[in-house]
């Protein structure tokens, strides 16, 4: 396999996580009975350009179809992270109703219902029918369609240009990273600046965080990798903040090479310097980190194990694409882990793909008072455990796998 941004030949494994089925292929009750696909899942390191990504094996439009499940406006912490967001866009850069603020990714609206409280006009790029179709109930524009130079060239010959745009949690799905960034140089007005907020590697890294990976994740970002591929489709980068989202993140600022008048913030150095004292841009960097993973897996099972032995009842919270590879990685079933609990609809009375773990809603946990309940979306930990604190009344304990086992 080349590398997606520079063509390099990839020798590099940086991990391998076996094979799984796409983490957001939601199984019905009639697909039980059907075989899934399953894709192998390894990761691999350009030594030239240090892209991060996953091996070629599942199509954008396998994983990414009308029944996507992944709705962003179920998590209250998420709304709020969007909602500062966007007031702190619109001071910044002084939007105002005569502006126009366009969110690749616009998911279910999450983000744009604030932008649309603010006056401010705004459109949304979402290629998945379910979410797109939550978006349009909140009155939001949507194109329906992948988001490339091919469709900002023709937004902006329709006259659609943007002054602000996002992408958040977006820059790591799309295949094509070329195409995607050129659209960015495209679609913003000459002084326009977009945004785009994706996890730090240095986080999955440090961290541990093996479970971010999946199929539908083709990269995973340095500001390293970021900044070389900016630079050379059209974009500078003129800013970064770290953020905690997502278990560690960037929230990188970028203009238009060829007309942007931002001036660039030390920050940006400063994010570069640090990933490089960490060895993001050298091969030592990358080893090791096999071994890691497979220790938290093997945790996890041991713990698992020993509570069946006990007739311990384990449930889960978090029908999430990181929970997916976990559970998959680490070979759990429905003997070791009994069902997991999700407040999204679109997941209710489905299925886990692969470990086929059944998806049901928070009554079960109030009517079965399992003994532990795994947390599966580490990154959402607080705002789970203040929301289930009741299972403490008949001495429940809850459960982290990632970056290491720990009950609480």
Request: net charge negative.
């Given at each position: ?18 094979s799984a089925?796409?983490s ?13 696909k ?7 390191v ?7 990504q ?7 439009d396998e994983?990414?179809d ?14 709020d ?6 007031k702190?866009?619109v001071?910044r850069?002084g ?16 983000l744009?219902?604030?932008?649309k ?15 797109a179709a ?5 009155g ?31 820059l790591?799905?799309v295949?094509?990273?070329?195409d995607?960034?050129?659209g960015f140089?495209?679609i ?7 945004t ?6 240095l ?7 093996f ?6 994740h ?7 990798a970021?900044?070389?591929i ?10 970064v ?7 560690g993140?960037?929230?990188v600022?970028?203009?238009r090479?060829?007309t ?11 994010i ?9 841009i ?12 497979e220790k ?12 069946k ?15 997916n ?21 679109a997941k209710?009375?489905?299925?886990m793909p692969?470990s086929?773990?059944?998806?049901v809603?928070?009554?079960m ?27 403490r009344?008949?001495?429940?304990v ?9 009950l609480?």
């Amino acid at each position: 396999m080349k590398c997606r941004h520079c063509n390099t030949e990839l020798t590099l494994t940086f991990i391998d996580l076996g094979s799984a089925p796409p983490s957001n292929a939601y199984l019905t009750a009639e697909k039980l009975y059907e075989p899934e696909k399953w894709y192998p899942l390894r990761v691999l390191v350009c030594e030239n350009c240090w892209l991060v990504q996953t091996e070629d094996f599942a199509r954008a439009d396998e994983l990414f179809d009308a029944d996507y499940a992944y709705f962003s406006g179920f998590s209250r912490s998420w709304l709020d992270h969007s909602k500062r967001y966007v007031k702190a866009m619109v001071e910044r850069f002084g939007l105002q109703q005569e502006s126009h603020v366009m969110e690749i990714a616009a998911n279910d609206g999450y983000l744009l219902q604030y932008v649309k409280e603010h006056g401010i006009p705004c459109t949304g790029i979402e290629p998945t029918a379910s979410t797109a179709a939550a978006a349009r109930k909140k009155g939001i524009d949507i194109v329906e369609e992948f988001f490339g130079e091919g469709l900002a060239t023709d937004l902006v010959g329709d006259g659609i240009q943007a002054d602000l745009t996002a992408a958040n949690n977006v820059l790591a799905h799309v295949p094509d990273i070329n195409d995607f960034v050129t659209g960015f140089s495209v679609i913003l007005k000459p002084q326009g600046v977009a945004t785009f907020e994706f996890p730090h590697l240095l986080n999955l890294l440090e961290k541990v965080q093996f479970d971010t990976i999946y199929h539908e994740h083709f990269s995973y970002l340095s500001l390293s990798a970021v900044h070389r591929i900016f630079e050379a489709n059209g974009l500078t980068v003129f800013d970064v903040e770290e953020i905690p989202t997502h278990g560690g993140s960037l929230r990188v600022f970028a203009q238009r090479t060829d007309t942007g008048t931002q001036s660039v913030s030390e920050n940006v150095q400063t994010i570069l310097e640090k990933e490089r004292a960490v060895g993001l841009i050298k091969r030592s960097g990358y080893e090791g980190f096999q071994q890691k993973a497979e220790k938290i897996k093997d945790d996890l099972n041991d713990f698992l194990i020993d509570a069946k032995r006990q007739g311990k009842t384990v449930a889960a919270y978090g029908a999430a694409a990181k929970g997916n590879t976990l559970m998959n990685f680490a070979g759990v079933r429905p003997d070791l882990i009994q069902f997991v609990v999700d407040r999204n609809p679109a997941k209710k009375d489905k299925f886990m793909p692969g470990s086929r773990i059944p998806i049901v809603d928070e009554e079960m946990i109030k009517d079965h008072k399992p003994d532990f309940v795994v947390i599966l979306p580490w990154n959402l930990r607080d705002e789970v455990m203040e929301q289930l604190g009741y299972i403490r009344e008949w001495g429940g304990v809850f459960v982290a796998a990632v970056p290491k086992l720990c009950l609480s």
